[in-house]
């Protein structure tokens, strides 16, 4: 069985930090890709951050947001600067891996953390 445990979640005041992290665990082979979602009450989840073959941002984090991957430790993380109210969200991890060698990659998803920035 596979798991992702987000962490680093939290209350903090516009233009402050976080770093987000994010591990996976259990049965993994190979992990194709590692990202970061975040959603808000009433909307779709939404992509912030991808971490695949080329790392690539939301418009509204370029330039504030950082994804890096740490492969030995099956780990994401995300480094938020310059925080905005708007990025107030709950924060998901999203993997796309392989379970076992002859599998097909599938994505999992983390359980989420919450963000809060104050104004």
């Known amino acids: 069985q596979v798991q992702l445990v987000e962490s680093g979640g939290g209350l903090v005041q516009a233009g402050g930090s976080l770093r987000l992290s994010c591990a996976a665990s259990g049965s993994i082979f190979s992990i194709n890709v590692m990202d970061w979602y975040r959603q808000t009450p009433g909307n779709q989840r939404e992509l912030v951050a991808t971490?695949?073959?080329?790392?690539n941002y939301a418009d509204s984090v370029k330039g504030r947001f950082t994804i890096s991957r740490d492969n030995a430790k099956n780990a994401v993380y995300l480094q938020m600067n310059s925080l905005k109210p708007e990025d107030t969200a709950v924060y998901y991890c999203?993997?796309?891996?392989?379970?076992?060698?002859?599998?097909?990659?599938?994505?999992?998803w983390g359980q989420g953390t919450q963000v809060i920035v104050s104004s």
């Open positions: 999203y993997a796309v891996l392989k379970p076992f060698r002859y599998s097909n990659p599938r994505g999992y």
């Open positions: 971490s695949g073959g080329i790392t």
